[in-house]
């Protein structure tokens, strides 16, 4: 197959390889290797191997988004023993009557 081209049609009675359904990049790069013998395979991947050093991907930090506590967790401990379940409870009982009268 080597040198060939091949190309992919959505007529499954011509083409063995064709997407019953539209298939990703990976999907049909899958499918092709699949029919290509172990050294062309090896071709394959040592270009997919060379193009991922040359473009690493990039770790995106995680945004923290707005309207969250995630950013905040942490900073406002209190000191001393935290206090038990009942405690804040009632605590935030407290709070809820004062706020709400």
């Known amino acids: 197959m080597r040198g060939a081209i091949v190309k992919f049609s959505h ?9 019953l359904n539209i298939m990703t990049a990976a999907e049909k790069l899958y499918q ?15 270009f ?24 905040l967790r942490g900073i406002a401990k209190r000191s001393g023993q935290a206090k038990n379940d009942s405690e804040l409870q009632v605590e935030y009982t407290d709070y809820l009557t004062q706020k709400y009268q």
Request: hydrophobic fraction near 40%; charge should be negative; glycine fraction near 4%.
């Open 32 to 46: 092709l290797i699949q029919t290509l013998p172990e050294n062309e395979i090896n071709e394959v991947l040592n």
């Open 11 to 19: 007529n499954t009675s011509t083409n063995p390889i064709a997407p």
């Open 48 to 71: 997919a191997e060379f193009i991922y050093q040359k473009h690493p991907p990039i770790a995106q930090p995680q945004a923290i988004l707005s309207g969250t506590l995630a950013g």
